[in-house]
């Protein structure tokens, strides 16, 4: 039952953040750091494909080699 809950949490912060990124907002979180280090890392996949495919964190994109930075 746990597990459920993790997987409907995560999911739904990856929805959310992800609307975000491409959504103009004055939404509080904008503002903070974590929120700007993951929109620049999803800016990176729309422009050096096949990478940095995560959303809500960059944890699988450093695990599985995917992780791009900005040039």
Do not use: P, Q
């Amino acid at each position: 039952m746990l597990f459920l809950v993790i997987c409907y949490l995560y999911n739904f912060w990856e929805e959310f953040i992800h609307l975000y990124f491409h959504k103009k907002s004055n939404l509080f979180i904008i503002k903070l750091n974590l929120f700007k280090h993951l929109k620049e890392h999803h800016r990176v996949h729309h422009y050096i494909y096949n990478s940095n495919y995560g959303i809500g964190t960059t944890l699988w994109d450093y695990v599985l080699g995917t992780k791009k930075h900005a040039e």
